[in-house]
């Protein structure tokens, strides 16, 4: 059954729809306040700590998607400069740094405006692209920072397509 079939009233609050997909999808999950939820989702290479949150003043579903990290102060450059390779490969979404907090941030925001309703779909879409943008870049972020390569060589294994079977 779609995720859709469930709901049929038009005014369903979208934080009720993601708490729904977590429910479906077995996430844990927080739901913080009316407008807000958080939740963990395990991936890959780590858990991956989103938080989506309603704002009927600009009708905006704000999603973060964060994972720790701590960069040595002197690889600052190289994490900013892979950030810019990371974004112009991101069509939705992008990706930034939060010193004070030492998080990775991939954040998005789906403006409902007009009185728009998102569907499940594109919720569900929402969150598996924030966590799949994580997955992708994750590594070369990795290689970049503690391994020691250009942040052009360390896109490669982000952009790299797989041919064949294993």
């Known amino acids: ?29 927080d739901r913080i306040g009316d407008d807000q939820i958080a939740m963990a989702v395990d991936g890959q290479w780590r858990t991956y700590s989103l938080t989506l949150a309603w704002s009927g003043y600009d009708e905006t579903l704000r999603l973060v998607c964060t994972f720790d990290m701590e960069p040595p102060a ?7 400069e892979i950030l810019n390779e990371i974004n112009d490969e991101c069509w939705a979404g992008s990706f930034t740094w939060w010193a004070e907090q030492k998080l990775m941030v991939y954040r998005y925001g789906l403006v409902l405006a007009g ?7 594109q919720i ?17 972020l ?20 797989a041919y064949g079977r294993a």
Do not use: C, N
Not at 115 to 121: I, K, N
Not at 124 to 140: I, N, Q
């Open 1 to 29: 059954m779609a995720l859709s079939e469930q709901f049929l009233q038009d005014d369903i609050h979208p934080i009720d729809i993601v708490e729904h997909i977590a429910e479906h999808h077995e996430w844990e999950f």
């Open 115 to 121: 009185g728009q309703v998102a569907s499940p779909e």
């Open 124 to 140: 569900d879409t929402m969150l598996h692209a924030a966590v799949s943008s994580a997955e992708r870049y994750y590594p070369a």
């Open 74 to 80: 002197e690889k600052l450059p190289v994490l900013f």
């Open 142 to 161: 990795q290689l970049a920072i503690w391994g020691d390569q250009s942040p052009r060589d360390a896109m490669q294994v982000a952009i790299a397509e």
